[in-house]
């Protein structure tokens, strides 16, 4: 990595923010973590990292930036839950879009030139075609697709009127935990379906909900491409070098291993990995929810050297069990 500079990564104290926080201090970056910890923790930051309490819509934060001389933002704060984006979706034009605006002109003000967003496969909406690929049409169905598909023109506006460059990566369901059990899954009452499925395998559930058996797929039940945090943390430090070593470009790529699980499948993988059989709930669909989402990765690989070292959904199982069972040794202690 050639950055003359340090890394800002919002959101830091978080899931996918704090595996991100590893890759990069894992490659020799300088990292300075900024986190209002409403959701996140602070036991989750790597020590090698600075932490800094803040809301990014801070108007105070573009002297963070300058402080810190900092020359990238990953950019990962932000609300996540669809079912809640539709019941409460100004929280999320407010946490996602204007929060992010807000952050955008700190950025402008400190001369920040490359910015990576975590972006979603939720700004796609109902696909067209599966796999879905980054041309193909975005139409959000639930407010927290939109405010993330909002946030990607933004940065498109900005990149055009100002020397700054960006990624923005559409994820698609991230799953698992490091592999050396330094970070995972921490939020309470998180709803990833994999980690519900490893808090039932645990005792921490009685059972499982399986939202939806009437879907348009081969079981009934939601299809999606399940990607290990950590190929998807490591997709962002290869992202950031490519804006590095090429400014006056931005790219906007989907992060996915371009396979789709079922509910049911998954539910099966956990049942072999942890060799029990977890009850399952049948309901409802939940507002919002497309029948399957896989991702076209190609684009991705052939921009970015990053290939999936942990494309395996019984890897991903157990990385995300050994995290659950690390983490009720924690909340025991």
Known sequence: M?????????????????????????????VVVVDNL????????????????????????????????????????????????????????GN??????????????????????S???????????????????????????MSKLMTEAMLRDVAAAHPM??????YFNVAGADPEGRSGQSTVGATHLIKIAVEAATGKREAVSVYGTDFDTADGTGVRDY????????????????????????????????RGFSVLEVLDAVDRVTNRT??????????GDPAALVADNRAILAALPWRPARDDLEVIVRDALAWERRLAERQGA
């Open 2 to 30: 050639t950055l003359d500079g340090k890394v800002m990564v919002t959101g830091g104290a978080g899931y996918i923010g704090s595996h991100a926080v590893l890759a990069l201090l894992d490659a020799g970056q300088e």
């Open 38 to 93: 409403v959701t996140g923790f602070a036991w989750a930051v790597d020590p090698r990292a600075t932490l800094v309490e803040m809301n990014v819509a801070d108007p105070r934060l573009a002297d963070v930036l300058r402080e810190h001389d900092v020359k990238a933002i990953m950019h990962f704060a932000g609300s996540v839950v669809v079912p809640e984006s539709v019941a409460d979706p100004l929280k999320y034009y």
């Open 96 to 117: 996602n879009t204007a929060a992010t605006r807000s952050l955008l002109a700190s950025a402008v003000a400190a001369g920040v030139p490359h910015f990576i967003f």
């Open 119 to 145: 972006s979603t496969a939720a700004t796609y909406g109902t696909p067209v075609r599966v796999p879905v690929a980054e041309g193909d049409p975005t139409v959000p169905i639930n407010p927290y697709g």
């Open 165 to 170: 460059n960006y990624c923005a990566l559409r």
């Open 227 to 258: 990607i290990h945090v950590s190929d998807l943390a490591a997709a962002h430090v290869a992202a950031l070098d490519l804006l590095v070593e090429r400014p006056g470009e931005s790219h906007t790529l989907n992060c996915g291993y371009g």
């Open 278 to 287: 977890i009850a399952r709930r049948m309901e409802g669909r939940r507002a």
